[in-house]
């Protein structure tokens, strides 16, 4: 059996550690505290929270305030409301001038489940790509979010961390570098280039196809922006089918990023969430329906390998 551990409870306990080394660091959270975890760090350092109640826009101008301070902000909440209601005062309010803030979103994509379409946010990579100079970490596993909590504090400028609900697969190890991708596995006949929780699904898919001989090579994209063009180049060169594997829209995600390296010279199947909004459900038979369960990835990726 594999460890699961949710990315949102790493996230709090990654905050908590990191409240204990740096003085700096004080954590905003729009009255949902018990739910991005963040109360683990208030427990800690409740002199350093913040709560700014439901009005997200203002949690990120408080942010933004408390950073010219020389503070150390984390603002979260969900990923719908931090990247989707507050969008203006991320924009204005905090990258535009170049701001030191953090923004730790969690219960991204349709693994939401019940709470339906209106708090599923399947548009958020797309929303903070589009912003310069935002920095967008979106880690696979409690190990991978604890080190992006890390290197979020040590970057100068504006980060969206994209963190999820559900306890997910906990895997080894791996090296933390913000912009250089972790190939989990190499392989010549195709390359998946994949983010966040999702992996676990992506690796498992691949387990059943290599039974039949294929060789597939498998890359987590923990850092979407900037984006790791050399690992992408290589593997442009090396396979002749490029897929991507998001828990997100197909329009304006880790798809369209990998697109833009490859600039047209390599097709690349995006399998994603197709232009349509989530909806109310259990998270696995949301996965099934649009098509990120693991069977539905391995048919996919059957269809595109033959």
Known sequence: MHEMISTRVAYG?????????????????????????????????PERFFNAGIAEANMMDMGAGLSTMGYIP???????????????????????????????MTHAGITLGEDGGSHESIEDIALMRV????????????????????????????????????????????PFEVGKANVLR?????????????????????????????????????????IDRECIEHYACKCPRLVTVEEHSIIGGLGDAVMDVVEGRRKVVKIGILDRFGQSGKPEALLEEYGLSIGRIKERLQEEIK
């Not at 550690?17 to 975890?37: F, Q, R, Y």
């Not at 310069?132 to 400028?157: F, H, N, Y």
């Not at 039974?211 to 090579?217: E, N, P, R, V």
Request: charged share 20%; with cysteine.
């Open 131 to 174: 912003i310069p100079g935002m920095t967008i970490l979106s880690p696979c596993d409690a190990k991978e979010t604890r080190k992006a909590v890390e290197a979020a504090a040590q970057i100068e400028g504006p980060v969206y961390l994209r963190l999820a609900r559900l306890p997910s697969r906990v895997f080894d190890e791996s």
């Open 74 to 104: 984390f603002c979260s909440t969900f990923a719908i409301f931090g990247a989707g209601r507050a969008f203006e005062q991320v924009r204005n309010g905090i990258a535009y001038p170049g701001l030191n803030v953090k923004l730790g």
């Open 186 to 226: 190499d392989g010549t006949d195709m390359a998946i280039f994949t983010t966040g929780v999702i992996l676990s699904n992506v690796l498992d898919a691949v387990d059943a196809l290599e039974q039949d001989g294929y060789s597939i090579a498998v890359i987590n994209i923990h850092t979407i922006k900037p």
């Open 13 to 45: 306990e990654a905050l908590a550690a990191l409240g204990e080394k740096n003085e700096k660091v004080v954590v905003l959270d729009a009255d949902l505290a018990h739910a991005t975890m963040t109360a683990t760090f208030e427990r800690k350092f």
